[in-house]
């Protein structure tokens, strides 16, 4: 198995795990105030979706689609720093809105810009894209669950 199929089965597989923490620390959450469901549906829900997704790449890298990525792999540097600093900067992420250090559309702007930035080994183009995506979701998630869904968001 090629380093690329591995380095995908291995981030799906760490990814699926970080979303089964947020499973697994959601149950606890307290019965919202506003809205009959609570506040533990929605990271429950996205959790659950990004799991599926992790299980379809890693159905994928092992079934052998991932020819193209093959072929960048000769170019690309080592995986092994890439998925450290994934690793890295989730928990990084984690620790800040825990201790609330960082506003969250701030931080999650930050976050997506830096992720979306190293996975496309910072390359002056996608880096513009990066911080538009960075800040469109960033903020555009803290408006949508503080005023629309009325959800309580770490460190807002």
Known sequence: ???????EIGASLFMILVCAIFIYESLGLPPGSFEPLGSAPVPQATAGLIILLC????????????EAAEAEQDE????????LLLAAGTLLYVVFLQYRW????????IYLFGIISALERFRPKA?????VVG????????YL???VFVVDLPAS
């Open 1 to 7: 198995m090629s380093r690329v199929r591995q380095f």
């Open 55 to 66: 299980v379809i790449v890693i159905v994928s890298a092992i079934r052998g689609r991932a």
């Open 76 to 83: 690309a540097p080592d995986d092994r720093v890439s998925a």
């Open 102 to 109: 960082v506003g969250f559309g701030t931080l999650t702007a």
């Open 127 to 131: 880096m513009i894209g990066a911080a």
């Open 135 to 142: 800040l469109v979701f960033g903020y555009g998630i803290q």
């Open 145 to 147: 669950f503080t005023q």
